[in-house]
């Protein structure tokens, strides 16, 4: 607790400089409250289920993210923080960490291998030279709608690459959502590929990502998240691409006054745990947390996708000229892109592809 020491001077003089102050302080507090109803997440549910037993024992996780507290994905892990405190009668305390204060997603990823931290939520793009198949959340265009998304990620398919991911010291238990990526730029709108040719776009340290930018005739420059504010800021790249809720969060409309909505990539998070972590949780406290990773990543899709619309309406309310393709805008992107999925199909493997191609037809019909 604070202690405040009283001042010994007059109060006197002082009287006009308090009402002044107070005054202020209620003009920043309806503002603030303002600003706060504007970007309000939905209330993180209760929590159902009963109390797990565990061994006796008390744990300790750290569970380290990339973005901001302002995110979806901090939204989503405050819920598992909660469902897991609860449900294990608090002999499980979560740590949350959020803006990469314990490092980036390679950084985490590569510590739960050294088992120095305990959880992260990585977005799949920078794991892919781990897991080449991850490349296929990269393929652009390839999942034209959250739901076949979701039916893809909480099928057989998403549920054999989480068996797939739990090698390499790491244990993957859940997805949740980065969502749709879209760009931005600080020269010009973009409607078409050749609006591209030149610009710098900051891309994760990802081949296919390099691949998609290069061949739409941009120059993709990768770099760490941490690092792309003060880049776009400082005008060492020109461009990047995340989707609303992260461009908002980490206020890159404030350097970036062009977006054009491409929807061009999906990305989920996988939600990982140190396996050197896992293995000292009894059983019943590693189903709490595949659990609790399946709750999260349900309740942080809900969140990501009721904020995206209003998000980008925000965006737009503050001044971003943002950009809407047509289908036929996004066809032209579309074939230009093909080569990609011809360059990457072996080393991505074709049925995997095919098998995500047809879960799209299926919906659609």
């Known amino acids: 607790m604070t202690t405040i020491t009283p001042s010994h001077r007059s109060t006197r003089p002082r009287a006009r400089s308090s009402l002044t102050t107070l005054m202020a302080a209620a003009v920043l507090s309806l503002t603030s409250l303002s600003a706060v109803a504007a970007t309000e997440m939905p209330p993180l549910p209760d929590v159902t289920g009963d109390v797990v037993k565990g061994d006796g024992n008390d744990y300790n996780i750290k569970f380290n993210i990339g973005l901001t507290q302002s995110s979806a994905q901090y939204r989503g892990l405050e819920y598992f923080k909660k469902i897991v405190e609860q449900r294990s009668d608090n002999h499980i305390k979560v740590q949350t960490f959020h803006s990469a204060q314990l490092g980036d997603d390679l950084q985490s990823v590569s510590a739960l291998q050294a088992g ?44 054999q690459m989480l068996k797939d991911a739990s090698t390499k010291g790491l244990v993957a238990i859940g997805w949740s959502e980065n969502g749709y990526r879209q760009l931005t730029n600080s020269e010009h709108a973009v409607t078409s590929p050749a609006d591209l040719d030149g610009l710098k776009v900051r ?24 690092e792309l504010f003060t880049a776009l800021e400082q005008g060492v790249v020109d461009g990047q691409e995340n989707p609303w809720i992260t461009i908002e969060s980490s206020k890159f409309n404030e350097v970036q006054p062009y977006a054009t909505e491409t929807n061009h990539v999906y990305t989920p998070f996988i939600t990982l745990v140190s396996e050197r972590t896992w ?75 095919d098998r995500i191609r047809a879960e799209s037809k299926v919906d659609s019909k």
């Open 116 to 159: 120095t931290l305990d959880m992260t939520a990585p977005s799949t793009s920078p794991m892919v030279s781990m897991f080449p198949q991850f490349a296929v959340f990269d393929l652009p265009f390839l999942f034209p709608t959250p739901e076949i998304a979701d039916k893809v990620l909480d099928g057989d398919i998403g549920q």
């Open 203 to 226: 891309t994760m340290q990802n081949p296919i990502h390099l691949d998609i930018w290069r061949t739409l005739g941009a120059n993709p420059t990768p770099m760490s998240f941490a």
């Open 279 to 353: 293995k000292r949780l009894p059983e019943s406290y590693q189903q709490l947390l595949r659990d609790a990773a399946k709750q999260m990543g349900d309740y942080e899709r809900h969140v990501s996708r009721v904020m995206n619309d209003q998000i980008k309406q925000e965006l737009k309310d503050d001044g971003m000229k943002i950009t809407e393709l047509t289908p036929e805008q996004v066809a032209v992107f579309q074939k230009d892109l093909a080569p990609v999925y011809d360059d990457w199909r072996e080393k991505i493997g074709g049925d995997l592809i």
